[in-house]
């Protein structure tokens, strides 16, 4: 069963704008949070993290939101740059099973001048 | 390297036939991941050592995959009797992770692996 999900397979957003990405997820047990991006013929290349006990962490342009209620986490890119375009992908851990990381299907990122 | 390196990057094979994918993780890496990732879709836990110990092995497909680490540096990810299912991107990760702190897990580019 996919556990954690991306339901935009696609986004389109203009240069300088926000990209706002969306995941969910069903596991209540999952406690560590991360999103990756990754280019063509590219391994995934980790951008930013959180952890269950915060809701909301801030790395430069990359800002990653938890609601744990809701069981959804978002990743906002400010301002979005061309380099952004790429397929980014969410993914979550739980300690039962730690280092399993589970991936969403990731949504296609694309920005336009 | 600075990175986690994975060889070949493309391995083509005929039905049938054994391969075996390498990766070097980030030195000082305690804990080391593969991953499965088909066209269109996020990478699929596979297995996972700390140093040489396979502790999870859970994700492995069938009995035809078979991992090792033995010195808990490089690891070697075989697949036996190959099957047309097999192709796919193979991804290898590397983390200072274990079972007291989350450390994020930085990937290779992954071997492209095409059975005919």
């Known amino acids: 069963d996919q556990q954690v999900k991306q339901n935009s397979p696609s986004l389109s957003v203009q240069e300088g704008r926000i990209s706002i990405l969306n995941c969910d997820y069903t596991?209540?047990?999952?406690?560590?949070f991360l999103w990756y991006k990754k280019y063509p013929a590219e391994g995934p290349t980790f951008l930013i993290s959180?952890?269950?006990?915060?809701d909301k962490n801030e790395d430069g342009r990359f800002t990653v939101f938890l609601n744990k209620s809701a069981k959804h986490l978002s990743l906002h890119i400010v301002p979005s740059q061309p380099g952004d375009s790429a397929v980014y992908f969410c993914?979550?851990?739980?300690?039962?099973?730690?280092?399993?990381?589970?991936f969403g299907a990731g949504t296609q990122v694309v920005v336009t001048p | 390297g600075a990175g986690v390196s994975q060889s070949p990057r493309y391995k083509v094979a005929k039905r049938g036939q054994d391969v075996a994918l390498r990766c070097d993780p980030i030195?000082?890496?305690?804990?080391l991941f593969w991953y499965q990732q088909a066209l269109g879709q996020g990478p699929e836990f596979l297995t996972y050592?700390?140093?040489?110990?396979?502790?999870?092995k859970s994700g492995l497909p069938s009995d035809r995959f078979f991992a090792e680490r033995p010195e808990g540096s490089v690891s070697t990810l075989k697949i036996q009797r190959t099957q047309q299912e097999d192709s796919a991107v193979y991804l290898c990760?590397?983390?200072?992770?274990?079972?007291?702190?989350?450390?994020?897990?930085?990937f290779g580019d992954g071997t492209r692996l095409s059975i005919l």
């Open positions: 993914a979550a851990s739980a300690t039962d099973s730690w280092g399993k990381l589970q």
């Open positions: 959180i952890s269950s006990i915060k």
């Open positions: 050592f700390q140093n040489e110990a396979q502790l999870d």
């Open positions: 030195s000082g890496h305690v804990s």
């Open positions: 596991n209540s047990m999952f406690d560590y």
């Open positions: 990760a590397s983390s200072r992770w274990d079972r007291t702190s989350n450390q994020p897990q930085h």
